[in-house]
Structure formats: structure tokens, C-alpha cells
């Protein structure tokens, strides 16, 4: 693979909806840095894993970034437990991370993916308060493992149970690309209509976009319209879409992008 790499510039998000997808382009990415701030901090990137027999994420060697004791997560697209692990496998002693190609609990599909990096003592969580993977600490498990989920249910939030690392690091991956790089992306009234504006530098396996909103007294967000995308492209791309007869409020809108295998 040519070097190529992304920077996680601010602060990315910890959950899909806010997770940071990558400067898409045909080259495969083969690293990612950025800083977890806070103890409780965790990244999530969206990536499109192309060579699942290959695809592997690795915080090490140890010599790169100062997050020195990390955790990996993956979770398909749906933000279901693929993956995990803290230390990395192979009684090496090191702290840092490893999800390693060809592994049974690694993914056999392409398709959209979400790795998140966190420091030690960083669990993700169900709508019902339970862990997603099993704690390492069991004496059924050890550090250096690697955990599959034991529910079904995505990730909706994370829980910090102790520990203070915090620092930069840098994530080694093979086998993936990010299906779209989202540029722009605003909501202007008009009247009582809201006209969503979008832009893309370039797609990748891109079917489209959902268009979700969220009225003022909803707790969840309900899809309106889905809007077609360009495929494959390394063209900038713009997209509209005009939401009418808006109730008084507080409106929010999201868009939800799909590939052709969904």
C-alpha cells in the first residue's frame, strides 16, 4: 500500500453518528493519529474495510504516540461488538493494542466498519447498561485476548471505569478506505421549510443518503427521504433537500450514508 494517512484534527466523536469518516480517496489508509484528552475520552472512525482477509488495526510499536496503554473496539455498521482487545496478543507484555488480520472474531464481509480507540478502563455500552464485550479482568479472559460481543444490541454510550491514561496516538490499519468524505453539511430556513445542503470531495461504493429528522417532542429520529449518491467518485459532489411545514421548535437533521451492500 502507498503511505497514507489521516489526522484526527478536533476532538472526533465516540458514537456512529458523530464518528469521524476519513479523507476518502482510492489510496487504502494505512494510519490514523490523534489524542485521546481526557481519561474518559474515546475516537470512532468510519472506515470500509475492501480486504477483510487482511484488514488489521494495531496501536503498536510502542515507540509511536504517548497513549501508552490503549484499547481497540470494531463494530460493523450497525454499531454491533465485532472485535476487541487490550493488550496485544502473543505474551508480548505491551500495553498497547492489536486487532490482527485473519483472527476468527475479525470480519469476513467488506463493507462499512467503526474502530474506536480508547485508553485503559473504557467500556462500551447497550441501551441497558451492559458491557458489549466481556472485561478482560475475568479470570475466564486475560489482557491480551481477543473478545467478540457477548449481546447484539449497538453501542449507545461508553462507561470509564478508573485509570488515567491519556496522550497521543497513532493507529496502524491495512484492508480499508472510508466510503465518503462529507465537506459541508447545513440546515437554512425558509419560511417554514428547512433546505438541507450537502457536499462530498469524493465516494466510495456510495448508494446514498438517508435523510433523518427529529421533531421537536421526539426522542428518536425518523427517516424522510433517502437521496440517491454518485457510487464510486473522486469528483466533489453537492446535494439538497427541502424539508417542509415545519412545526414550531427545535428541529434536528441527520443524514445516514449507505453502500450498494448495505
Do not use: C, K
Not at 1 to 24: C, I, P, R, V
Not at 70 to 86: C, H, I, P, Q, S
Not at 144 to 172: C, K, M
Amino acid at each position: 500500500f502507498a503511505q497514507h494517512g489521516w489526522n484526527e484534527g478536533t476532538d472526533e466523536g465516540s458514537l456512529q453518528a458523530t464518528a469521524q469518516a476519513l479523507d476518502a480517496t482510492a489510496t487504502p489508509y494505512t494510519a490514523i493519529t490523534g489524542t485521546i484528552g481526557q481519561p474518559d475520552d474515546v475516537d470512532m472512525y468510519r472506515v470500509f474495510i475492501t480486504d477483510p482477509a487482511g484488514f488489521s488495526v494495531t496501536t503498536e510499536p510502542a515507540g509511536i504516540g504517548t497513549l501508552a496503554d490503549t484499547r481497540l473496539f470494531l463494530f460493523d455498521e450497525n454499531g454491533r461488538g465485532v472485535a476487541f482487545n487490550d493488550d496485544t496478543p502473543g505474551g508480548t507484555g505491551s500495553l498497547r493494542s492489536t486487532l490482527p488480520a485473519g483472527h476468527p472474531f475479525m470480519p469476513t464481509q467488506p463493507g462499512v466498519y467503526y474502530i474506536a480507540i480508547s485508553g485503559f478502563e473504557t467500556v462500551p455500552l447497550v441501551a441497558t447498561s451492559e458491557a458489549i464485550f466481556q472485561d478482560p479482568r475475568s479470570y475466564t479472559y486475560s489482557f491480551n485476548g481477543v473478545f467478540t460481543s457477548t449481546v447484539t444490541d449497538p453501542v449507545v454510550g461508553w462507561l470509564h471505569r478508573g485509570g488515567s491514561a491519556i496522550g497521543t496516538y497513532q493507529i496502524e490499519l491495512a484492508g480499508a478506505v472510508v466510503p465518503v468524505e462529507l465537506t459541508a453539511f447545513d440546515a437554512t430556513l425558509d419560511g417554514e421549510a428547512a433546505l438541507l445542503r450537502w457536499t462530498t470531495a469524493s465516494e466510495t461504493n456510495n448508494a446514498g443518503f438517508a435523510v433523518e429528522h427529529r421533531t421537536p417532542d421526539a426522542v428518536e429520529f425518523a427517516e424522510m427521504a433517502f437521496v440517491t449518491g454518485q457510487g464510486t467518485t473522486t469528483e466533489a459532489q453537492a446535494y439538497a433537500f427541502r424539508f417542509d411545514m415545519l412545526t414550531p421548535g427545535v428541529h434536528t437533521f441527520r443524514l445516514r450514508q449507505t453502500d450498494f451492500d448495505g
